[in-house]
């Protein structure tokens, strides 16, 4: 009937599969796929994975993942950015990247960032800025905003003259709205690829 306890290797072949097709295999192809050669074995496994909350059938009867189907494992032990660490499997806990990121999916856009203006505070060109969209902001807050026509992400200040734009590298200089200055969105998160 198939084996539970490679149930997680079973998923992740089925997460794959999903990242690739943007949707789930029948269960003649997950059959295929997981070497089971009957079909109540598949059924099986697709029963396990839905009571335990990563698949879940759809109302014309097709398999769909849940949110839980996206989480992936996250060590519970830090690394530091020094000498390695002693190195186990210790997976404690899960979360799902988009909802770890993205809070409010409605409300959220992605910003490829472009320039080095902010590399002193760790945010640099080709870096995505994720951007909860929203017209204001608190003060040390990074913005996207629209000053005189042009958008910018930079650092929400002000002082005695009004409201500015500081930039996290040295060779840059504070932006002073001569027209007007426009929140456009706070950043919220960071993606990096390497």
Request: charged fraction near 25%; avoid cysteine; proline fraction near 6%.
């Amino acid at each position: 009937m198939g084996n539970p306890n490679r149930d997680h290797e079973y998923l992740g072949k089925l997460q794959d599969y999903y990242t690739d097709y943007r949707s789930l295999p029948s269960y003649a192809v997950i059959g295929e796929m997981l070497g089971m050669a009957s079909k109540s074995a598949v059924s099986a496994l697709v029963k396990r994975l839905t009571l335990a909350g990563y698949l879940e059938t759809t109302p014309d009867r097709r398999l769909a993942p849940t949110k839980r189907f996206f989480e992936r494992d996250l060590a519970d032990f830090n690394v530091p950015a020094g000498l390695p660490a002693a190195a186990n499997d210790a997976m404690s806990e899960a979360l799902t990247v988009d909802e770890y990121l993205i809070p409010r999916p409605s409300s959220s856009v992605l910003i490829k960032v472009r320039g080095d203006s902010m590399v002193e505070a760790g945010i640099h060109d080709g870096d995505i800025a994720v951007v909860e969209k929203r017209h204001s902001a608190n003060l040390g807050e990074i913005v996207v905003a629209i000053v005189d026509g042009e958008y910018t992400l930079k650092e929400l200040a002000r002082d005695k003259q009004g409201y500015l734009l500081l930039p996290h590298n040295a060779g840059y200089e504070p932006i002073r709205p001569q027209e007007g200055l426009e929140i456009f969105g706070v950043m919220v998160g960071l993606i990096r690829k390497y």
